[in-house]
């Protein structure tokens, strides 16, 4: 894709605990996964006041009211992961009744107030946090997941187009199951040997620690790119995870700052892609200071298209620009419009 002005995606990944159960102790990260319900209203007022197109991509399992509707939504295939404390099918037997009694495992409210927003695209994360490159899944799987996904946003009023593979497990031999689910968009790793997909028994603490001093120091470039378009599916590539606020690092803010602003100038005069990632929960605890760093991000994006005409795309529009407009658009279904084209400009 072409961009002779410069385009900034953001994409977020929407989880509460379906994304972190397996990895964190829930007494550990309670405050984060709660200050979610803080932290998505302020991201959206900032992406009000900027006029900013966003993609936010969810764990479809939190997409319920209740819990016999998600035990009803259930495909019939699932992953059998070697590991299979990592499956949220497992996990399942945790959950509470419904949003009121258990905020960490269920967010429609929260849905609902991305839909009811303008230019925010509804994505999906997969159904169960699926993980592409753990052993003893494989595509059959994912493919009902993927199907599971698309339901539940079909039931909400929204077509999801893009996806964002969790844990960042991207696997080329499932692009064909995303194109064939009717996806346009793909968010793809940064290119570097530091992000690339792995399992994770395959991380190590040599790229996790370069991954922290890239967030502050330019060691692995710009990652400022173009769309990649591939028998009708399109990479949005990824550019940078925006790290939350750490209170042990603060005299390194300038650093965080001055790194992403430079990358987002230079996708500005070149005319590429600049795609900057996170989750909520990384803004549930620190929640002010958080927001501060995105608001001085997106003044520092709007000096942009001031100067050089740089845009905003969620990576639905993104794909758009590549593959065409669809017949039916990927994008935004407000919730007292059910009916509208999901995506029809607001």
Not at 55 to 67: H, K, Y
Not at 172 to 195: F, T
Not at 312 to 324: D, K, Q, V, Y
């Amino acid at each position: 894709m072409s961009l002779p002005a410069g385009a900034l995606v953001i994409s977020l990944d929407l989880e509460l605990n379906w994304g972190v159960f397996d990895t964190l102790r829930l007494e550990d990260y309670r405050e984060n996964l709660l200050g979610v319900r803080r932290a998505v209203p302020g991201i959206l007022e900032l992406f009000r006041q900027h006029e900013i197109h966003a993609t936010w991509a969810a764990v479809g399992m939190l997409c319920f009211s209740s819990r016999e509707e998600l035990l009803r939504a259930l495909p019939a295939k699932r992953p059998a992961y070697l590991r299979p404390e990592i499956s949220a099918y497992n996990h399942i037997e945790s959950v509470g009744q419904d949003e009121a009694t258990d905020p960490l495992h269920f967010g429609l409210s929260l849905v609902r107030q991305i839909l009811a927003e303008p230019h925010q695209e509804f994505a999906t994360h997969t159904f169960s946090h699926y993980y592409c490159l753990e052993p003893g899944q494989d595509v059959e799987a994912f493919a009902a997941d993927l199907q599971a996904a698309r339901s539940v946003a079909a039931q909400l009023g929204a077509e999801c187009r893009s996806l964002v593979f969790p844990r960042n497990q991207f696997n080329a031999e499932y692009v064909a199951a995303c194109r064939a689910a009717g996806l346009a968009a793909y968010r793809g790793n940064q290119r570097s040997w530091v992000y690339a997909p792995t399992a994770a028994a395959e991380q190590s603490l040599v790229r996790r620690g370069l991954r922290l001093l890239d967030a502050y120091l330019p060691l692995t470039g710009h990652h400022v790119h173009r769309v990649a378009e591939q028998q009708g599916i399109c990479d949005i590539p990824a550019s940078r995870f925006l790290r939350p606020y750490s209170p042990q690092l603060r005299a390194l803010e300038p650093l965080r700052l001055r790194r992403i602003r430079s990358s987002m100038t230079y996708a500005a005069r070149r005319g590429g892609l600049y795609h900057l990632w996170w989750h909520p929960h990384n803004f549930g605890a620190h929640t002010a200071e958080n927001l501060a760093m995105l608001a001085r991000i997106l003044e520092h994006f709007v000096r942009l298209r001031k100067q050089y005409g740089m845009e905003s795309l969620s990576m639905g529009e993104a794909a758009e620009r590549t593959l065409g407009s669809p017949k039916t658009s990927p994008h935004t279904v407000q919730q007292t419009k059910p009916t509208n084209p999901v995506g029809a400009a607001v």
